[in-house]
């Protein structure tokens, strides 16, 4: 790409400046996961998945490993029609570091409201909304040739009904590159903190993610994912290319329990691409996540 270092900053420049400019205009948001259709296909065992943007927001050190810059914007529907979420992202290379901003958007409505009566049986006397807003800036190096670190700073914004609250996130992760065997760690809020108008605070756990991921061909990778935390949880994946231009995924989270299963594609059109998943979760139903973007 001919573009020059000039042209290319100043593109990554200025979709930072419209998606700080989008996050202020949502009165109403909050901290959200990551709205990625790869995320979901892969049964979340993204923590080695090198060269994959969607992996890369999970784990930032994997931004060293991506070959292109992106920009791009998914949109999924959770369940119902009354469940939205909504992202959009952009990476970049500049001075020998990696750059990744992202800015997930959920959205609830039409959330029921009941109030006790007489008789002490619960009454619908309205609905109310939920919407949360993060904004994730990401920041990777490459140590050595074949060892990379990243960091993710997380800003959060939330509002249930009359109720707002801000907080703040961290997270750490490494990637290491042997050939076909690559591993990923990552350490998730390990500074989590947030603060309600009430004066209520909430703080999530601290988790940690251990990601392998071996390519025994060079059209497939398998993956996998151990979770520690409050629980454990194994996730599995693998993506296979089946042509030049496109490449399927397919994943379990939490095998060992509720084995949710995910199933997506990825069409690649001279740098455009269209991601398609399906996810399943179980009395939930089925989540489908479409997405565009521009690898340059």
Known sequence: MMFGVTRSNYLFGGIVCCII???????????????????TSLGQATTAAQGNVAAAFSNPALLSTLKKSFIGSQSSSRY??????HNIYATQHIKGLDLGLHVPV??????????????????????????QIELQLSVSKCLTEHVSVGMSLKG?????????????????????DFNSVNVGARI?????????????????????????????????MLLSDIVLGETKTLNLAAITQLTKNLSIQS??????????????????????????????????????????SLAY
Do not use: C, R
């Open 80 to 85: 119902d029609s009354d469940i939205s979420i």
């Open 188 to 220: 998730e809020n390990i500074v989590s903190k947030k603060i309600w108008s009430t004066g209520e605070e909430e703080s999530l756990p601290t988790l940690y993610h251990l990601g392998v991921s071996y390519s025994p061909f060079e059209t497939i």
């Open 251 to 292: 994943g379990v989270a939490d095998v060992l329990d509720t084995k949710k299963w995910g199933l997506g594609l990825d069409l690649d059109l001279s740098g455009f691409h269209i991601t398609y998943s399906m996810s399943s979760a179980h009395v939930l139903g089925a989540n489908h996540t479409l997405g565009v």
């Open 106 to 131: 959920k959205q609830i409505s039409n959330i029921s409201e009941t109030e006790a009566n007489n008789s002490d049986e619960g009454v619908e006397i309205g609905s109310l909304s939920d919407i």
């Open 21 to 39: 400019f989008l996050s202020s205009q949502i009165v109403a948001s909050s901290y959200v996961d990551a709205a990625f259709a790869e995320y």
């Open 156 to 176: 959060e914004a939330h509002k249930l009904a009359n109720e707002t609250a801000k907080g703040i996130g961290l997270d750490l992760g490494l990637a290491t």
